[in-house]
């Protein structure tokens, strides 16, 4: 199988890492620094500009294509850019091929389903985005569903839970505090990149979408009290929604965020026959814990 992964961040070099022993990967990046984290990876790397067809022209034919591009924590516009946009672009390119790909995968978030009150959702939860950026992640994922059919092949969208792992940890964001009443649905990083690994190598979810989470959503008050014990200090100060909407300094993308309340189910990706290496918070952050200790 041949992988090109547009957009080889922070979950696309560890797909890389984790495909390229048994199958032909290039990672794609915009930046020197970029095309460096991939060649230290340890798999081919190709540097191109994600909007730019004659760009993507560098990048050879493959048999899937994964859309793991970040917009760099910015603003609705920005993720437009690259989401809709870039998306856009890339299935364009690919598909015009004399030899276009098989498959096609984007990599989107949980932050679609906006808020649900703290009840469980699945695949077949509506989707109701609570932002403008948000709402363009809902965008991008009909494009990820629906273009690809226009040249022949299949996309598929992973959903991920917020994600963790080496260098994004932020165990201080919970042991400081304070923090704010509301779900964590996470996903560690290694598991954010075997998940797709197992979709494509076992060939699932086809035209499909597949939610990315591990198996215990957590309160993020028994969170940050679990994680104070397992560092040995003292359990952080709490607020509830309320006393933190009450900040007048809030923007209202913060407040909206804040607001929305879930607990996202993976019965889809376990029925699909995924086995996580992380399969809850406890497990993934027992090296961050065991780091903060020493």
Same mark, same amino acid.
């Given at each position: 199988?041949?992988?090109a992964i547009l957009g080889c961040g922070y979950v696309g070099l560890e797909l890389g890492r984790q495909l390229s022993p048994d199958h032909d990967v290039v990672g794609v990046r915009r930046s020197d620094a970029g095309i460096a984290a991939i060649e230290q990876a340890g798999f081919d790397a190709v ?16 048999? =899937? ?22 998306? !856009? $672009? ?15 995968? @984007? ?22 985005? !609570?932002?403008?950026?948000?709402? $363009? ?19 598929? $969208?992973?959903? #991920?839970?917020?994600? #963790?792992?080496?260098?994004? &940890?932020?165990?201080?964001? @919970? ?34 979408? $597949?939610? =990315? ?25 709490? !607020? ?33 026959? #995924?086995?996580?290496? &992380? ?16």
């Open positions: 199988m041949r992988v540097q191109a500009d994600l909007t730019d067809p004659s760009d993507l022209s560098a990048v050879p034919d493959v048999d =899937v294509v994964v859309f793991a591009a970040s917009s760099g924590g910015r603003g609705a516009e920005a993720a437009r850019e690259v989401y809709v946009a870039g998306q !856009q $672009v890339a299935i364009d390119h690919f598909g015009s091929r004399a030899v276009a790909p098989d498959r096609y995968v @984007y990599t989107s978030s949980t932050g679609v389903y906006g808020d649900h009150g703290g009840d469980w959702v699945d695949e077949e939860t509506p989707l109701d985005p !609570q932002t403008d950026k948000t709402a $363009v992640l809902a965008e991008a994922e009909r494009v990820a569903l629906e273009r690809p059919a226009e040249f022949g092949f299949e996309g598929t $969208v992973a959903r #991920y839970g917020g994600l #963790y792992g080496p260098e994004r &940890y932020r165990l201080e964001r @919970y042991i400081d505090g304070p923090v704010t009443d509301g779900y964590l649905n996470m996903v560690h990083r290694d598991d954010a990149a075997g998940a797709v690994a197992h979709l494509l190598v076992g060939d699932h979810a086809r035209g499909e979408t $597949v939610l =990315v989470v591990d198996d215990e959503p957590v309160s993020k008050w028994d969170f940050a009290d679990w994680l104070a014990e397992q560092c040995g200090v003292p359990e952080p100060p709490k !607020q509830t929604k309320a006393e933190r909407l009450a900040d007048e300094t809030l923007s209202e993308t913060a407040r909206r965020r804040i607001q929305t309340s879930k607990r996202c189910s993976n019965e889809k990706l376990r029925g699909l026959g #995924y086995e996580f290496r &992380y399969p809850t918070f406890r497990a993934g952050y027992e090296a961050a814990i065991d780091s903060y200790r020493s």
